[in-house]
C-alpha cells in the first residue's frame, strides 16, 4: 500500500464517512482497508473464531469457546484511528466519524462486521474495535447430537429452577451478601433503586466484584464511575445534552450506546443508571440473549422503580404507543431482582432496606395468569 495514502487516509480521518448506527454498509474489497486489517489475520483464517476484539493499546481479544487475549504492540490507538478512517472513507458517506459522529458500523466482503468507537464515545486515548466473524461450520443435526449438543434437552416449563429456589431461601433466611453474590452469578437482571446518593454506584460496583473474570463487560455510563478489574471490559460514555453542531441531535445518547453495546459481544452490560426512554432499548437489550444485566434508578421502593420504568418506556416514541399492560408485563418478565437502597437521615448510614424477588410472580405472568 503507497505510504501517501496510507498518509492522506489518516490525516483526512475527521472529513471520512460514517455509517448510519440503524445499519451495516457493506465495504468494497479495498486495500487500505485490507492492509490495516492484515495484523488480525491470523485469526481471521481461523474458522474457530468468532469475535475479535480490542479494548486498549496492544492487546486483542479473541472468542472461540472463550475469550484470550494476545499482545500485539503495532495494534494501537493510532491503527485503529487508520482502519476506521479507511473503512470510513471508502463508505462514501456525507458525515464522517469524528467526535460529533463516534460510532461506526461495516460489513466486510465476507459478511463479518465490524463496530468502532472513538472519543467522546469511550474513554480518552482509547479506540474500542469489534470484528464478528460469520460462523463457517455447517453441522447436521446428527453431528450436533453426536457432539453432546441435545444431552440434558427437557421440554419447557414454567416451573420455579433450582437456582431460583435458592436464591428464594437465601433471602428468605436473611443471608443477602450470599443471595446477592449469587444473584449475579446465576445471572439475574438486577436494578438498583433508590434516591440521589443513597449508595447505587457503590452497590452494583461491589456485585461486580462477583463477575467471572473472563467474561466481556461494557459500561454504559455519562461520567465513569465504574472502575472494574475484570481484564475484558469497554466502558462507552454517553451525553443525552451534548448535540451535534447546528442539530438537536446527541452526539451519543444512551440509546445509541446500548444498541452499539449488542454490536461488540457483550457477556455483560451495565447500565449505569436509567433516566429515560433508554430503559425500553435496556430491557430488549436484556431479553435478547443477555442476561444478566446490572442497572439503576431511581425510586422510593421496588413498586415506584418499577413504576418508574413504565413512564420511562414510555418517554420513547416506541414505546408511547405500547399498551400500559404490555409495558407492565415486559418489565416483571425482563427484571429479576429490585433491590431498594435507602440513606438513614438521622445516622446517615446507607442500607439495603428491601429486596424484590418474585420468580413465581414471572412465570404467572409468563402464563398469562397474572397482570402484575
Known amino acids: ?37 492484515a495484523p488480525y489475520e491470523q485469526w481471521r483464517e481461523d474458522p474457530r473464531v468468532t469475535e475479535i476484539a480490542v479494548n486498549n493499546d496492544g492487546r486483542v481479544w479473541v472468542y472461540t469457546n472463550q475469550w484470550d ?50 472519543e467522546p464515545g469511550v474513554l480518552r486515548g482509547h479506540v474500542s474495535f469489534t470484528l464478528r466473524q460469520p460462523s463457517r461450520a455447517r453441522i447436521s443435526l446428527k453431528e450436533m447430537g453426536e457432539q453432546g449438543m441435545f444431552q440434558g434437552t427437557t421440554q419447557s416449563t414454567f416451573a420455579i429452577k433450582p437456582h431460583e429456589k435458592e436464591l428464594l431461601s437465601l433471602v428468605k433466611s436473611g443471608k443477602i451478601i450470599e443471595f446477592l453474590t449469587k444473584a449475579v452469578q446465576y445471572r439475574q437482571n438486577i436494578v438498583l433503586s433508590g434516591a440521589t446518593g443513597s449508595g447505587k454506584t457503590t452497590v452494583m460496583k461491589a456485585l461486580v466484584d462477583a463477575i467471572d473474570p ?17 481484564p475484558n471490559v469497554v466502558h462507552l460514555l454517553y451525553d443525552n445534552a451534548k448535540m451535534r453542531p447546528g442539530s438537536d441531535t446527541p452526539v451519543l445518547s444512551a440509546k445509541d450506546a446500548l444498541l452499539s453495546c449488542l454490536r461488540m459481544k457483550p457477556d455483560r452490560i451495565l447500565l449505569a443508571e436509567m433516566r429515560g426512554s433508554e430503559c425500553l432499548y435496556f430491557l430488549r437489550a436484556a431479553l435478547s440473549g443477555h442476561p444478566g444485566t446490572l442497572t439503576s434508578c431511581h425510586g422510593e421502593n421496588p413498586a415506584m422503580a418499577y413504576e418508574q420504568m413504565m413512564m420511562m418506556v414510555k418517554s420513547d416514541p416506541v414505546g408511547a404507543g405500547l399498551d400500559y399492560n404490555v409495558i407492565k408485563r415486559l418489565i416483571h418478565l425482563t427484571v429479576d431482582i429490585v433491590v431498594q437502597i435507602e440513606v438513614d437521615r438521622h445516622t446517615g448510614q446507607r442500607r439495603v432496606v428491601e429486596i424484590d424477588y418474585n420468580p413465581q410472580r414471572k412465570y404467572a405472568i409468563a402464563q398469562g395468569k397474572d397482570h402484575a
Request: charged share 15%.
Open 1 to 37: 500500500m503507497n505510504s501517501t495514502v496510507l498518509k492522506s487516509l489518516e490525516t483526512n480521518l475527521g472529513t471520512a464517512g460514517r455509517f448510519p448506527n440503524a445499519e451495516y454498509v457493506p465495504l468494497q474489497d479495498d486495500a487500505a482497508v485490507q492492509a490495516y486489517l
Open 69 to 118: 487475549s494476545y499482545n500485539v504492540p503495532q495494534i494501537n490507538q493510532h491503527s485503529l484511528l487508520s482502519l476506521g478512517g479507511a473503512i470510513a472513507t471508502y463508505t462514501n458517506s456525507a458525515q464522517g466519524w469524528n467526535a460529533a459522529y463516534p460510532i461506526l458500523s461495516g460489513s466486510l466482503k465476507d459478511n463479518s462486521r465490524i463496530q468502532l468507537v472513538m
Open 214 to 230: 473472563g467474561e466481556r463487560i461494557i459500561t454504559i455510563e455519562d461520567a465513569h464511575e465504574l472502575s472494574l478489574t475484570q
